[in-house]
């Protein structure tokens, strides 16, 4: 079983953070659309869907990978990087409560969720605006007894390591070597975003199908050529928030 947690579009998304985009109008009714078909896709996929009580209030509720990273073993709750995002927090460790034991990052430690990505047992974790050496130590400390290896990666010019690179599979990984340097992840074999396409790294693994956004059809063509199993949803009123498809849910594999 894999449980999907999501959280509600906020009516104040258009206040979301924004780091490398310009701000620009946000059609928040579309955004909510987008974000209906996004847990449509993942429940026709499978997933069982649980949504988090809505935080009207906190813009970038619904980017909710940013608040935990949840692993077969225990749940580390985060203490997002901006500070306008720390209240976020204490909603999804409720959430996370029955499934997992939970540990948490602590101050002076800041950590998104969208700066780690687990790749069998190695957590490669960006050192960006967000996650600071404090909060990836403090991760390293919290995994280290379940046998997982974190891997601090440099990234430049995007908000997180998953703006830059994701998994496609334990051995596999698509990025954008703009971004990030596809040698951080050797040996894995390291797959490149179409480069008209620089936001394409980001795609969600669901079993053995990738959900993908359908801004990226030439990234998404070389995947499937390479084998692999795309569906796409439109997901570009979200991104106008900086966020892409993996930030919008917490997949919790169950029993
Ligand atoms: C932020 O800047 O925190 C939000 N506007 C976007 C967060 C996107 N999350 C992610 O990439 N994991």
């Known amino acids: 079983m894999l449980i999907a947690l999501t959280r509600a579009v906020s009516p104040t998304l ?35 869907m649980q949504r988090v009580p809505a935080a009207p209030d906190n813009p970038d509720a619904v980017f909710i990978e ?37 540990v948490r990052i602590l101050e002076p430690g800041t950590l998104d969720g969208g700066d780690v990505m687990l790749v069998g047992r190695m ?9 600071n050496d404090d909060g990836v130590a403090q991760l390293a400390r919290a995994v280290a007894p379940h046998g997982y290896t974190v891997v601090p990666v440099e990234v430049h010019g995007c908000l997180h390591l998953k703006s830059a690179v994701t998994a496609l599979d334990d051995t596999t ?8 340097s596809p040698e951080s992840f050797a040996p894995l074999r390291t797959l490149t975003v179409d480069p008209n ?48 498809v993996t930030c919008c849910s917490l997949l919790v594999s169950g029993p």
């Open 14 to 48: 258009a206040d979301c953070e924004l780091t490398h985009l310009d701000r620009t109008p946000i059609d928040v009714a579309r955004a909510i659309e987008q974000h209906g078909q996004y847990e449509a896709t993942l429940s026709a996929l499978g997933c069982t």
């Open 66 to 102: 940013d608040t935990a990273v949840v692993l077969d073993e225990v749940a580390v709750i985060t203490r997002p990087g901006a500070e306008s995002r720390r209240t976020e927090v204490a909603a999804v460790a409720d959430a996370l409560a029955p499934f997992r034991a939970l």
């Open 123 to 131: 957590l490669y974790v960006g050192r960006t605006l967000r996650s």
């Open 173 to 180: 990984v698509l990025c954008n070597p703009q971004w990030v």
């Open 197 to 244: 396409e620089p936001s394409a790294a980001n795609v969600v693994r669901v079993g053995s199908t990738l959900l993908a956004a359908d801004a990226y059809p030439h990234t998404n063509a070389l995947l499937e050529a390479q084998g692999y199993a795309v569906v796409t949803v439109p997901a570009d009123e979200l991104a106008k928030a900086e966020g892409a």
